[in-house]
């Protein structure tokens, strides 16, 4: 069974209780407003889908007030989806049939709020590109584990036909993380990839166990290139490959880049 849930996606609608479960002034909100440093123009974004509702000034940064109700819309609409995804728990336990159900839980994307300047997604940062994703496999390793391995939402189909024993596509991309539930400290893949279209350019990101690196390109010349370093700058404030000083590691991460990009 597959279900999907829209929020916490926009619009931030959900009833009043959950509203109730925060206090608006003690949420946290992000402290890098801007964008970042050294970043390419192409890069940049500010509010996109937001802009679609009627108090938000289009072109104008978001007042405080704004940006407080916005955040304590989406913590309303996760802990909503959260009461729903109680409810199909429930109704397995119910049947039944919840010591022998596979269950994965994952999203599309994530998202900025405010982070560098962007309330949307539509960027190649940590946060747009950094997902959710919870796995119970019965008889597969122990609750509570979580692993810093760097997975893909193309190994999510892998996954579930290894865990029913039933053969993977041949044009499946992705790989069966079984292996890893087993056993979260092992070695794994070595990037994670994403990418992102504005119209005839793409980037191309790679994510090591270190960097966020991409590559933005026309075809099969490269236009621009972002580096952020998500050990020593977390938040990704700091675009590295505008710094000459870093040619040489922005040479060897693009090597790796192409080595590792699907083909």
């Known amino acids: 069974m597959m279900t999907g849930f829209r929020h916490p996606h926009l619009p931030w609608c959900a009833p009043k209780k959950y509203w109730n479960l925060y206090d608006r002034a003690k949420l946290p909100i992000a402290d890098n407003q801007y964008y970042p440093k050294g970043a390419p123009p192409i890069a940049l974004k500010q509010f996109g889908e937001l802009f679609g509702y009627s108090d938000i000034p289009e072109g104008k940064p978001l007042t405080m007030a704004l940006i407080r109700q916005s955040m304590h819309g989406y913590y309303a609409s996760v802990s909503y989806v959260d009461a729903q995804f109680g409810r199909l728990i429930a109704a397995l336990k119910k049947a039944e049939v919840y010591d022998n159900t596979i269950i994965l839980v994952i999203g599309d994307n994530g998202y900025q709020h405010g982070n560098n300047g962007v309330w949307t997604k539509g960027v190649c940062w940590e946060s747009t590109n950094r997902i959710a994703m919870l796995m119970r496999v019965p008889g597969h390793g122990s609750k509570g ?84 370093d998500q050990d020593k700058d977390p938040q990704g404030n700091i675009n590295l490959a505008a710094s000459p000083e870093n040619n040489a590691l922005v040479e060897r991460l693009t090597k790796l880049h192409w080595e590792k990009w699907p083909k």
């Open 145 to 228: 584990v979580r692993t810093q391995a760097l997975v893909e939402l193309l190994d999510v189909y892998p996954t579930i036909c290894d865990a029913v024993g039933v053969a993977t596509p041949k044009q499946c991309e992705g790989k069966s993380l079984l292996p890893l539930l087993r056993n979260p400290n092992r070695k794994w893949s070595e990037v994670a990839c994403s990418q992102f279209r504005k119209g005839a350019i793409i980037a191309r990101s790679i994510r090591t166990d270190r960097y966020r690196f991409t590559l933005w390109q026309k075809g099969k010349q490269t236009i621009d290139v972002e580096l952020y």
